[in-house]
Structure formats: C-alpha cells, structure tokens
C-alpha cells in the first residue's frame, strides 16, 4: 500500500537527494496495525515530471515482519499512477481553463480534465466535511476552477494526505483504484 510522507522538499531536490533522502521509519504497520518496526525492503524507480523535466526517482518500500505485506512510501508532492506532479497537474489545468494556453498534449489534458470532473462530487465533499464555508458555482469549468485554487490554498501536500486518510480512492484516481493495488503496479 501507500504510505504518504511530507518531506518538505520538492521534487528537484527529491531527485538530486535519492536514495540518500531522509525516509521515514514507521513503528506501527498501517496494513495490519503489528506494533514492529517495518524493515527497509528496497527501493523501486518511477518517474516524476514536472513542467520539461524528467527526474527518475526512488521510492522506499518497508516490509512488516508481521503480515509480510509492503508499503511504498510516496512523497505528497506525487499521485499514484501519475506521472506529472499534483502540483503540475493542477497548473496545466487552471492554465488552460483560465488563458487557454497548453503546454502538454492534448490529450493529456482532456484526460486530467476528465478526471478531475469525475471527482468534483467528491472533493466538494471532502471540503464541506473539512469544515470550508464553500460557495461554489453550479457545475462546470468555474466550478472546478474553484475547487483547485481551493486545493492550491489548502497546500498540496495537506489535502492530498487528508484525502489520503478518508477515501479509498486517491485524487484523481479512477472509481475502482484500490489503494493496496498501487505497490503492485509502480
Ligand atoms: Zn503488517
């Protein structure tokens, strides 16, 4: 499964640091909830693109010594399956919503925006239970223009780990996603 961890850099910095990053050491496993220390258990590569740029880099996976199972840990500044950064994402899309100026393919981004609509239910949602006094447009573009300058004020890094503790289901996830299916797949 995935574990969220906030390491305060970006992902430039991510990339230069790699293996020598400071990772987190995690005593509770949050698959089985076995009180152990989860054991290193390597590292696995994917990329991350931000903009131009390409980085390679590594992702940390534990081991428990109680179920046996793994757990990645991604950056927040990352989604599963995605290889753009949230951050990024939401730029290419209020880019084009708002000046109508791409710097991705086309297809891409009709993709994110697809995505993103699919979840808009949702995300109002996880705003009202956050306790937002929200007054958003009815539907469409402006409505989810809102919503991402609203994930923009809220930083990153703490909707996505907020979102990450309710739902099943990760931000711009398809419906069926399950999170103990990503470590398989990455
Ligand atoms: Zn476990």
């Not at 509770?28 to 590292?43: D, E, S, W």
């Not at 903009?51 to 990645?72: A, H, N, Q």
């Not at 086309?106 to 699919?118: A, D, I, N």
């Not at 958003?136 to 930083?155: C, D, N, T």
Request: glycine share 4%; proline share 4%.
């Amino acid at each position: 499964m995935i574990y969220y961890h906030e390491f305060l850099i970006d992902l430039p910095r991510y990339a230069e640091l790699g293996k020598e990053n400071d990772f987190p050491d995690i005593d509770c496993c949050p698959i089985c909830r076995a009180k152990n220390r989860l054991q290193r258990h390597g590292f696995y590569e994917r990329n991350a693109l931000e903009e131009e740029m390409t980085y390679r880099i590594p992702i940390c996976r534990l081991l428990c010594p109680d179920c046996g199972k793994t757990v990645s840990i991604l950056p927040t500044f990352l989604l599963p399956y995605f290889q753009y950064t949230m951050a990024c994402i939401i730029r290419i899309l209020l880019t084009y919503w708002m000046t109508s100026s791409l710097f991705v393919a086309r297809q891409l981004r009709r993709f994110y925006e697809k995505r993103v609509y699919g979840k808009q239910t949702e995300i109002e949602l996880f705003f009202r239970e956050e306790g937002e006094q929200i007054l958003l447009p009815s539907a469409g573009k402006e409505k989810a223009i809102k919503m991402l300058q609203m994930i923009q004020a809220l930083g990153k890094a703490t909707f996505v780990r907020r979102w990450w503790r309710h739902r099943v289901n990760s931000f711009m996830a398809a419906s069926l996603y399950h999170g103990s299916r990503v470590a398989k797949t990455e």
